[in-house]
């Protein structure tokens, strides 16, 4: 028993490590390991175990043979258990795929196991270069081998690169208001000369990069004519800053804000609005005077600002709000 488990000592690491990788990404999932562990787990252990099982004579298959064969078997069995996996309520999802490949290659190599047991002359894996009979080769046969070798290694070094260095996803920043208890609801749209109210002005920066951003807040008054903007008053009510980092978004978590301000503002005069929040990136454009609290910017370059965010240009955000003398 002990011999055939010293010839099959490949096979044993392999089934191993796949059990140690279950362990780490559910024990340890920050863990360096799991991607060290991870690439031959998906890239190499699926092939090489069925081509073990296979083909487990020694005659069958040189070193060479066999390395390149695992690599290109287990690139087509992984996404095949996937798309097994997709037609089962259990999905495509970290623990299915997981398991469902772990158990692939521990099953194929206790097989592979009790196959090269009763093979006449085994293949059994040795760190000796000698074994690979580079003296026997012909010149052609050596240029394809050191060939194949190098597209190998090139192969492995991308896609660690890839994994390491993942690619950026979309970049965007939310951009939203909520009432005062914090929900999509309740928010202030009627109400009196000089009355208080507060809503919650969020930012959250999604653009791989520290952005400073400028909230500007306008109260406008417009009507709609033909598929014409007509801007009658267009009132600066506020403006001001923040910096943010980027962050990620967590799609499996539960959804934390970034930045929020409780707002606080009251109106003075009467009259329907529109208030408009727009937010710009880095470098707000500027005013044709300086701004300040009521002024009137309608006639100006300024309307453009509000028509921008109309059609869609500024990322903007606005809120029907009512003002009555009484």
């Not at 920050?30 to 690439?39: E, P, T």
């Not at 009658?232 to 934390?256: A, C, Q, S």
């Amino acid at each position: 028993m002990g011999k055939r488990l010293s010839k099959s000592w490949d096979l044993i690491l392999l089934s191993s490590f796949s059990i140690i990788l279950i362990l780490i990404i559910y024990l340890f999932p920050d863990s360096f390991l799991r991607k060290v562990i991870g690439l031959p787990f998906i890239l190499f252990f699926p092939g090489y175990s069925l081509i073990t099982f296979l083909f487990p004579e020694k005659k069958d298959l040189d070193s060479i043979e066999r390395v390149a064969l695992s690599f290109g078997l287990s690139i087509a069995i992984t996404p095949l258990i996937g798309l097994a996996l997709n037609y089962t309520p259990f999905g495509i999802r970290l623990t299915p795929i997981l398991l469902s490949l772990a158990t692939f290659n521990i099953t194929f190599s206790l097989l592979s196991i009790y196959r090269r047991s009763i093979a006449r002359d085994p293949f059994i894996p040795r760190i000796d270069f000698s074994s690979l009979g580079w003296e026997e080769m012909s010149r052609l046969d050596r240029i394809l081998t050191v060939i194949l070798l190098i597209a190998i290694i090139t192969s492995i070094a991308a896609l660690i690169y890839i994994i390491v260095t993942p690619k950026q996803g979309e970049k965007f920043t939310e951009f939203y208001i909520l009432g005062e208890k914090g929900k999509a609801a309740d928010y202030p749209t009627k109400l009196r000369v000089g009355q208080n109210a507060t809503i919650i002005i969020g930012i959250a920066n999604h653009e791989y990069r520290t952005v400073n951003y400028t909230v500007e807040i306008w109260l406008v008054n417009a009507a709609y004519y033909n598929n014409t903007t007509l801007i009658h008053h267009m009132y600066f009510f506020d403006r001001f800053n923040v910096t943010l980092n980027h962050t990620n978004i967590n799609i499996e978590g539960n959804w934390t804000p970034q930045w929020e301000k409780k707002y606080t503002f009251s109106i003075s005069k009467a009259g329907k609005y529109k208030m408009w929040f727009l937010l710009f990136k880095d470098v707000a454009p500027p005013l044709p005077s300086k701004p300040e609290r009521m002024k009137d910017f309608a006639g100006t370059e300024a309307e453009k600002r509000i028509l921008d965010a109309i059609d869609g240009k500024i990322l903007s955000l606005n809120l029907n709000i009512d003002v009555s003398k009484i």
